[in-house]
């Protein structure tokens, strides 16, 4: 029969087990806390990009996936121009490796590697609402501005329509460039941004639309029709005189549908629109 001592001792040791597996417990709820609160970080920063990806060319929330895996895959070759002794500059386009089956191929723009930087390129973007005479400027943004005149060239834009619509006061833009219509589409390069952290969006801005991320600017473009409030993370490509602003504003004014809210935000015109032709005229 055991002795008052090692009574003593055998419950000592059986208390001694308790604590530390108590205390084992204790460690594996923190581990778990910790998990919990790093998956909800998460979550939080992906919910961040969406919202940064209001002007993306990804509108539904599979291909915003899907942009943002294009954008990691492009992020390392999607380099910024880089300017030439002859004043021209080097641009880099680089593929599109998501898998995205909106995406169409029309090669790239020749020349990449001598890409003038200087003058303007002057398009008439024809729709079935008005005339909207478009003027691109290569010195601030060289490598939109040689894709966006190419883009044209080869008929990309032609028969697509206008997808979105953003109307409020310090927000007013039309979005379009996607062949699809559907808001995911573009071609089947990307590119750098080219901003400054002085870039804005007055009244009469041509810019290009992006995911959110590094190198993803594609086709999709936006037209400001009011003084847009935005971060300096869209290139500002062009201009839009006044008598492409008045056709903007007889849109602008039939407001939009609301399909796009809460986010991206806006929705379809409700006065359709529909880009006839795209082309280059000077």
């Known amino acids: ?31 778990n806390l910790l998990v919990v609160v790093t998956v909800v970080a998460v979550v939080l920063v992906a919910g961040a990009v969406a919202l940064v990806a209001g002007l993306d060319g990804d509108d539904d929330n599979a291909q915003a996936a899907a942009s943002s ?15 030439n002794a002859d004043g021209t500059v080097t641009c880099t386009y680089a593929p599109d490796t998501s898998g995205n089956p909106s995406l169409t191929d029309v090669g790239t723009p020749p020349d990449p590697a001598s890409t003038p930087a200087s003058g303007t390129v002057g398009l008439l973007m024809s729709t079935d609402q008005g005339d909207i005479p478009l003027t ?41 460039g996607d062949p699809t219509g559907s808001g995911s589409g573009g071609p089947s390069y990307k590119f750098a941004e080219e901003v400054t952290p002085e870039t804005t969006y007055p009244r009469g801005t041509i810019a290009m639309a992006n995911s959110g991320q590094p190198g993803s600017t594609g086709s999709q473009f936006f037209l400001c029709f009011v003084d847009t409030q935005l971060p300096p993370d869209y290139t500002a490509v062009g201009t839009v005189d006044e008598a492409g602003l008045a056709v903007l504003d007889t849109i602008a004014a039939a407001g939009n549908d609301g399909s796009f809210e809460p986010s991206p935000g806006g929705g379809a015109p409700n006065l359709p629109v529909t880009i006839t032709s795209m082309t280059v005229v000077a």
């Open 136 to 176: 691109l400027d290569r010195a601030a943004a060289p490598c939109a501005a040689a894709s966006f005149a190419y883009l044209a060239s080869v008929q990309f834009f032609d028969g697509s329509i206008c997808h979105r619509e953003v109307n409020q006061p310090t927000f007013g833009v039309l979005q379009c």
């Open 1 to 31: 029969m055991p002795t008052n001592k090692q009574q003593r001792l055998a419950a000592q040791r059986r208390l001694q087990r308790q604590l530390e597996k108590r205390a084992e417990m204790a460690r594996k709820r923190r581990r």
């Open 69 to 83: 895996s294009s954008a990691a895959a492009t992020e390392a070759t999607a380099a910024p121009a880089v300017t």
